[in-house]
């Protein structure tokens, strides 16, 4: 697309969301004593694809198909998946692609995925920062990639938009601790924060956090500074 | 075996341990201000086996086979394996048995495992604390043993001896916190304190416990009140 150099030509969603981000940031001010709810979810093992990934696993110019809403807007699972070859010739098929497409392939592995496939040290990485890590083959149903980077575990992460860090008092790029209760309760003490206009308040955390807390077994959530 | 009407007939080890564990003590209170060397250590899925179970899964008679020693004095992973199979007919085989025999056999597996297999409320329980937990059917090379309960997630816990306890200011079953530094930075706040006579500081956790807090990549450990 052409960018238009008539101002007056902004178009409608960023307008949109300025306005929004605007209502937020004043409703954040307005609203100290209120807590946001906090959602806590685990995000099992995935992949995300770019156009040309995507043109060579499922065929030139095909699209992601909707399966389920993800809790973040405009995010969705897709019905489409994958199988991974790891560095010990171990696989781990029916790897689920979230959508929308995004500019770099990258897959999110908790550690038991990893060391299993034969990623020993796989970096712990916020998604997009895929620099210098490891790479993987990607199977689809019309044909092979090979990666040469991005299989990354993701670090624990909340997303939240400007009123909700406005209530917590931090800004983006900071850490927060997480206390999750329960007969196995414990303490993420590195989670990074995330804000954009349009989240919602929502830790994510993989697998393997999620089970060595026991999340299924408790109610218990705390996000703090 | 009958026990001994005469007070002069205590036998050999049991007055070894009552001095064991009277000079450690003393040591303990000695020696307040030096701490002990923490040892955090992974456990994988593992099994004990029962005398009778042993019969039947290995052939009567038989005995476990020692092929390496564990950090605490007498326990060791021995060479025998056995299938698992889970309420979803999934499986797991080279289920590792842990010696030496013990009362009652006893399953230790990480949810990960345990939600994979479809046990998706495993208790969390310490070791030998079985009753009420779920079954399984076991496969071994010469038979089959239908466990009718013993699956358990081992709950975290520290195994220390009086001295060392003393140390920390702890009795037995109280809880402590186990922080593991790191780009994946997690407290655990609920470590069981188990004493013996006998053991070595070292806390046990399992490997989504250690997978969510990274732990092959730190050596920052602390234990704590």
Do not use: W
Request: aromatic share 4%.
């Amino acid at each position: 697309m052409v960018s238009a150099t008539n101002p007056a030509s902004i178009d409608r969603s960023t307008v949109e969301r300025i306005v929004r981000q605007v209502a937020l940031e004043y409703l954040g001010r307005d609203s100290q004593s209120k807590a946001p709810e906090l959602v806590v979810q685990t995000s099992s093992r995935h992949m995300h694809v770019c156009r040309e990934d995507m043109d060579v696993l499922f065929g030139p110019g095909t699209e992601l198909t909707f399966d389920r809403p993800l809790f973040q807007e405009g995010n969705f699972a897709a019905k489409e998946m994958v199988t991974i070859v790891g560095p010990r010739s171990r696989i781990i098929s029916n790897l689920r692609i979230l959508g929308p497409m995004r500019k770099q392939s990258q897959v999110e592995l908790a550690f038991t995925d990893a060391i299993m496939l034969g990623f020993n040290d796989l970096p712990v990485r916020l998604s997009g920062n895929i620099k210098g890590t490891p790479g993987a083959v990607i199977i689809g149903p019309k044909g092979v990639v090979e990666l040469k980077e991005g299989v990354i575990r993701a670090a624990i992460h909340a997303h939240m938009n400007p009123a909700e860090a406005a209530y917590f008092g931090v800004k983006q790029g900071d850490m927060m601790k997480l206390r999750i209760g329960g007969p196995s309760s414990v303490t993420f003490n590195n989670v990074h924060v995330r804000i954009d206009a349009t989240s919602r308040l929502n830790v994510h955390m993989d697998t393997d956090e999620a089970n060595a807390c026991g999340l299924h077994l408790t109610k218990d959530v705390e996000l703090f500074k």
